[in-house]
């Protein structure tokens, strides 16, 4: 990777051209780079020899191999600048980034991919062992995995009704109101505030069957049995209803300041043309918000796709799985059976379906708005 | 233009009863979902003040329904009579906090900076990393953001017990920094193409090197967008608590991790639940209020043209 690194420049005005550098620092910025690359591949097999007991040097744990990339990716910053001069100063503004993301990201998820290929229990002490696709099989089979899939659906159009709301409360915050930053403050507090604490005081002492006062009111209101996580259709909403609480906020915020960036002048046009209140909201502002509230929905889904601490708090997926997201599901695939082989395949699987579904929901709204405007 | 006026005050104003009206919906409305996002708050706090009975009678208000006591605060270890004798619940609890403020600074600050430095040079300069083009290098940063935590947990557990970063604070650090990166690089993007690059130009016109035009020039200026980067990473760690659940046991242990396992055998104990939850929240509470401006700038960075 490193071989190919190479930066154009942006502006050819006051960069140093390659070969003025002296050839003495060249040499320092190859010699190091050389250096750092044989001592982080001397780390690693000597790890690998150590671990697979052809050898007795080594340490007990990999963590030596860690600091051994750290020193290679210091070595090769310095070989950028070294060797190419300015264009290795640019680089160096990128470098720390990807070569983090690069380790935490990729090579995890290829182990990942391995491991969703094994039979591994982390209790039992057979150990780790290759089985193909044989969790593949198993989780076409499994009811649980499949309802949690079918709750993403669910949950994720969840996303429209709180769309909805937070699009009238950005209407409002909008209106000429007095005291808007009080309510603004207010109207934002629930993003800040941790999802588990609060779900935790909400959906387990407030939504109490017994004495919660959201109980009584819906006594009051005329529900006879208002049981908020016994059945399974009342157990989601209570979900939904208690995520929503947290993200309205979210995109209620995006959608305000997209209406605050809208000029006022079409809306008056409009208005001085003889519109309606409801005419000029959906002819003239519901259009124009289109695009930012594209972006509002689908940064929601996305985060929605990540949706299990409410879940693992409130209901640990019950009553039977019914309130099951698919990181939930997982989670307690690991926790109470420790079975890794089988929950990573669960979260691939999990992943390719999210990558599909987000790129196409991406082509989907760019060509959604493109037509409609 | 004096008609356009007329006619626009009169579609404004029909008649003083539907103005009226519009204003009670509308003050009626912003009321209502005020109560919906304050109750569960004034819920958490009061019952932190309530013992059992009160719990199970549903009381709500204090002094007229029942009578408010240090109840749960002293089970923390955190009441006014309690706070100078020695509890082992304080310990435990402050151990939890300062690991909940260190993960969680220390992840913004890291993202902040390597975050930073990416973005800037993704606004400046062209880069090509083998066919790799500035917007391919973009889009890797910003579809992180779609990886689902549920992704990396498990491979992270099995790395983490090999290089020795299972339970460690930093090893939670290293994760809330990937976590928080493609936000704070789509932030941080916005802020640098809104700098004219002229002032760079003369920067370097000037003598001075790239990374001290950056350091000097444009970082004071993007200043603000740091600090909203920032505030929403941090609000982003401190409430995390899928790969804190689990990767971390006894010693890097967060906050949201222990509110999360208080359910104990012996039934739960409101008072203590709520005095604790209330902890949990309040810090960033007392930042959202207080720098409510910076959170919004970070939210709405990049989403309206």
């Not at chain 1, 929601?300 to 309130?323: H, N, W």
Request: with cysteine; charged share 15%.
């Amino acid at each position: 990777m490193a071989d190919q690194t190479s930066t154009a420049n942006a502006w050819p005005a006051n960069s140093t051209p390659a070969d003025l550098i002296p050839p003495g620092r060249k040499r320092l910025g190859w010699a190091l780079m050389i250096a750092g690359t044989l001592v982080l591949l001397a780390t690693i097999v000597m790890q690998i020899l150590y671990k697979t007991e052809v050898d007795t040097i080594g340490f007990y744990t990999w963590r030596p191999v860690v600091y051994a990339y750290v020193l290679w990716g210091v070595a090769l910053g310095a070989w950028q600048v070294l060797t190419r001069g300015e264009d290795g100063q640019r680089a160096l503004f990128l470098l720390p980034a990807l070569l983090f993301t690069i380790a935490m990201v990729i090579f995890p998820t290829l182990f990942g991919f391995y491991i969703a290929l094994t039979d591994w229990n982390l209790s039992s002490f057979a150990g780790r062992k290759f089985n193909g696709l044989d969790n593949f099989w198993q989780m076409l089979g499994d009811p649980y995995y499949r309802n949690a899939l079918f709750n993403m659906v669910l949950y994720v159009l969840a996303v429209l009704v709180e769309y909805v709301i937070a699009f009238a409360l950005a209407l409002l915050l909008n209106a000429q109101i007095r005291a808007r930053k009080f309510f603004r403050v207010v109207f934002l507090l629930p993003l800040m505030l941790s999802p588990v604490a609060v779900s935790w005081m909400v959906g387990k002492s407030l939504m109490e069957y017994r004495f919660g006062p959201a109980a009584t009111l819906a006594r009051h209101l005329g529900w006879g049995n208002p049981a908020f996580f016994s059945d399974p259709i009342t157990a989601r909403i209570s979900i939904m209803v208690l995520d929503a609480w947290t993200f309205i906020p979210f995109m209620m915020i995006m959608l305000l300041a997209g209406l605050q960036a809208m000029s006022r002048e079409v809306i008056e046009a409009a208005r001085v043309d003889g519109a309606t209140t409801w005419q000029t909201f959906w002819q003239v502002t519901f259009p124009l918000m289109l695009p930012v509230s594209v972006t509002a929905v689908i940064l929601r889904i996305i985060f929605k796709l990540k949706l299990a601490d409410i879940i693992i708090t409130v209901t640990s997926g019950g009553p039977g799985g019914a309130t099951d997201s698919v990181s939930s599901f997982i989670y307690r695939e690991y926790r109470d059976r420790s079975n890794v082989g089988y929950g990573t395949m669960l979260a691939m699987i999990y992943l390719i379906i999210i990558v599909v579904f987000v790129t196409w929901l991406l082509k989907f709204a760019n060509r959604f708005v493109r037509n409609v405007n | 233009m004096s008609v356009q006026t007329t006619d626009y005050t009169v579609s404004e104003i029909r008649s003083p009863a539907a103005f009226v009206g519009s204003r009670v919906f509308i003050y009626g409305a912003l009321v209502f979902w005020s109560f919906v996002c304050l109750f569960p708050i004034y819920w958490t706090i009061t019952t932190s003040f309530k013992s059992a009975v009160d719990v199970t009678q549903g009381h709500l208000i204090p002094f007229v329904d029942f009578q408010p006591d240090w109840k749960g605060w002293r089970s923390l270890g955190l009441s006014p009579d309690s706070i100078s004798q020695t509890s082992t619940v304080r310990d435990e609890f402050l151990k939890r906090f300062m690991n909940s403020v260190i993960t969680s600074v220390g992840a913004s600050s890291l993202a902040i900076i390597i975050g930073s430095l990416a973005a800037y040079g993704l606004t400046r300069y062209r880069y090509h990393f083998a066919w790799f083009k500035n917007e391919d290098i973009s889009f890797f940063f910003l579809s992180q953001l779609i990886l689902p935590p549920v992704v990396l947990a498990l491979p992270f557990l099995v790395l983490y017990r090999e290089v020795a970063l299972l339970d460690t604070r930093i090893g939670l650090v290293l994760l809330y920094t990937l976590m928080v990166l493609p936000i704070v690089i789509w932030i941080m993007r916005d802020q640098f193409n809104s700098i004219p690059v002229e002032l760079e130009e003369a920067a370097l016109v000037d003598g001075l090197s790239i990374w001290g035009a950056f350091f000097r020039i444009v970082m004071p200026i993007a200043l603000p967008g740091m600090v909203a980067a920032f505030i929403l990473a941090m609000v982003l760690c401190w409430n995390e608590y899928f790969f804190a659940a689990l990767l971390t046991s006894t010693d890097a242990k967060t906050i949201p991790v222990m509110v999360a396992s208080q359910t104990g055998s012996q039934g739960i104990n409101w008072w203590s639940m709520a005095a604790l939850a209330t902890a949990a929240i309040a810090p960033l509470a007392i930042i959202g209020i207080a720098l409510e401006r910076y959170l919004i700038m970070g939210m709405t960075a990049g989403s309206v043209k």
